[in-house]
């Protein structure tokens, strides 16, 4: 892909990008502007605390909550959030999980409607995370910040959308997302900052923007350290194959 505006929709043939079942033939990337309410933002931050709270998050920078699975953070391990609950009785704020899935529904139906598909469906993982600056690494799954493909890392994925929960610059400093060119693998902060041809492809993310890319080879990416504050962002997951879908509903 080349590199990304906010705001803008770019499509590009390229031969990288080949996937089955009436997946994406073009690397595709898009920033939009506004997509969740104030409201939406609002009642997902507190959904993702009270799942998080479940577990007690994370030992180190990073604590999850996926709601694909249940799994929370729990110290260096995860624990399933749904068992917890339900061994005492209790379960998540139905309002809250209902904003959720609104909020998933419309992620999903922009997507297949930007790219002309038939079907698209949630995957796993589908998590929030909240990552807390300065804190130290704990575990490898505390180090964020390098290059990856969600391809590699996760498998299902054949879209991947980010929906940021707080904005970067006012609730925290650094976490900016960045895109990488494929033969880049990047982890130094200051050096990327330096590179011209690096800050055309950074995303500094502001509440209720939403990021969606195509989660293959031509997409590499890194989320920068965050320095200080809390950075939230939920990562919904999509696949075009109905076996490989995540089935969950709220």
């Not at 505006?5 to 043939?13: A, D, I």
């Not at 809250?96 to 922009?110: A, M, P, W, Y």
């Not at 980010?162 to 060119?181: H, I, P």
């Amino acid at each position: 892909c080349p590199h990304l505006h906010s705001g803008s929709l770019l499509l590009l043939s390229t031969p990288s990008v080949s996937y089955t079942l009436r997946s994406p033939t073009q690397c595709f990337r898009e920033y939009i502007d506004g997509f969740a309410s104030k409201r939406e933002v609002s009642d997902l931050i507190q959904l993702a605390e009270e799942g998080m709270r479940v577990g007690g998050g994370g030992a180190g920078s990073v604590s999850i909550f996926d709601t694909a699975s249940g799994a929370c953070s729990h110290g260096q391990q995860f624990v399933n959030a749904y068992e917890v609950l339900r061994s005492q009785g209790k379960s998540l704020n139905e309002t809250l999980l209902k904003t959720f899935q609104t909020v998933i529904d419309r992620v999903g139906s922009t997507i297949a409607r930007r790219q002309g598909l038939d079907a698209l469906h949630p995957a796993s993982p589908t998590f929030f995370s909240r990552i807390e600056g300065g804190s130290k690494a704990a575990q490898l799954n505390d180090e964020y910040w390098h290059a990856h493909v969600d391809t590699r890392q996760y498998g299902t994925f054949i879209y991947t959308s980010l929906l940021y929960l707080n904005t970067q610059g006012e609730d925290y400093k650094g976490g900016e997302f960045q895109f990488l060119s494929a033969d880049e693998d990047d982890d130094d902060d200051e050096r990327a900052s330096s590179s011209s041809r690096a800050a055309s492809s950074i995303i500094h993310p502001r509440s209720g923007n939403l990021l969606v890319f195509t989660s293959g080879e031509e997409n590499p990416h890194r989320v920068r350290k965050v320095t200080e504050g809390v950075r939230y962002a939920v990562t919904i997951a999509w696949t075009c194959d109905e076996k490989a879908a995540n089935a969950r509903r709220f």
